[in-house]
Structures are given as C-alpha cells and as structure tokens.
C-alpha cells in the first residue's frame, strides 16, 4: 500500500469534508486581528477627534474625520438602523455554517475578514448610542474631502469587508473552492483518473 502524494505547495489538501484545523484557526485569528484593530481605532477615534475639525494626513489624500452612521454608505437606509444588525448577524450565521468545511487557506483569510468587519460594526449597531440595534457605527477615514464629499467616510471594518469581499471574487474567478479543490483542473484531473480506471477494467 503506497502513501497518497504530498499536496502540491500553497495548495491545501482536497480529500474529506472536514474542515482543516488550520484552515478554521486562520480564519478565527484573522477575524480577531480585524475586530480588534477596529474597535482600538475606534476608541483612539472618539477620544482624538471629538469637538474638532478633520486632520489632513497625506496632504489631503485623507482627513481623520469623526463622524456617526446610521445607515449604510451616504446614510443609506438611515431610518431603519435596525435592519443592518440582523443582516450581519446573518452573515456572521453563514460565515460560521462554511467554516464547517473549510480547508482553503486563501478563503480562510477572506471569510476571516468578511467576519472580523461584520463583527466591528454590529459591536456599534448593539452596544452604541442611541439604543441596542439602532446604535450608529463610529466612522473616521474620508479621502480627497474632509467630509466624504467625494467618497463615503469609512472605517478599518468596512476596509476589511470590502478586502474580504474582492479577495473573495477574485478566488472564484480563479476557480477556487472553500474545500480545498481548484475547479477545472481538479475536474479534469478526476476524470482522467476514471477514464484511466475504465480502461484498465476493460483489458483486465
């Protein structure tokens, strides 16, 4: 009895529908790293730029300026706050329900993020002012303009969304999947496995 072949490098291994502890751990730590990072900007944020005008950094490629959302961006969806928290709780849900069976690394890191925004914000829709699940998220980075004239202000949870999010789109036009497998080639390589099955029972 042979030993099945080592993974190809930078590849995770495709076999079985558990997820890969390192895969699951990966994700965890990089949620963690994104929540934290948000909430301590956050802090630093309220504390910094209260009661004063927006600090030009870069030379006015960014402003530090304090704002509080209650929508999405521009203040979309302002007047029901209380929608966003139950969508994020849903995608908290469904980030948990792939970790069931995540062996990508690649995806790890991006589900990782996508988690790690989610949780940032839904922190300030639960626990911030006004009230639970109306609360407005905390936002302090606007560019080209000190007041999102330009571009919506944002902060390092909607940074790590949207990372999570592209990463993501970019793992499947590449053909990526969340178990490990590369679509196309993986496919090609099983069928030429069981073409090379049929012939041998053919002239066995």
Known sequence: MT???PAEPGRT???GGKPRPRAVAILAGVALVALV???VTKHLALAALSDREPVRVLGGLVYLSLTRNSGAAWSIGANYTWVF???TIGVVGWIVWMALRLRSLPWAISLG???GGALGNLMDRIFRAPAPFHGHVVDMISVFGPYGEYFPVFNLADSSLV???LLAV???LTGRQRDGRRAGRDDASADAGASADAEQRERA
Do not use: R
Request: proline share 14%.
């Open 13 to 15: 291994d495709p076999g």
């Open 113 to 115: 993020l996508v988690l």
């Open 163 to 165: 990372c999570g999010v």
């Open 85 to 87: 928290p139950l969508i």
């Open 37 to 39: 990072a948000d909430l």
């Open 170 to 172: 970019l793992l499947e």
């Open 3 to 5: 030993a099945a072949p």
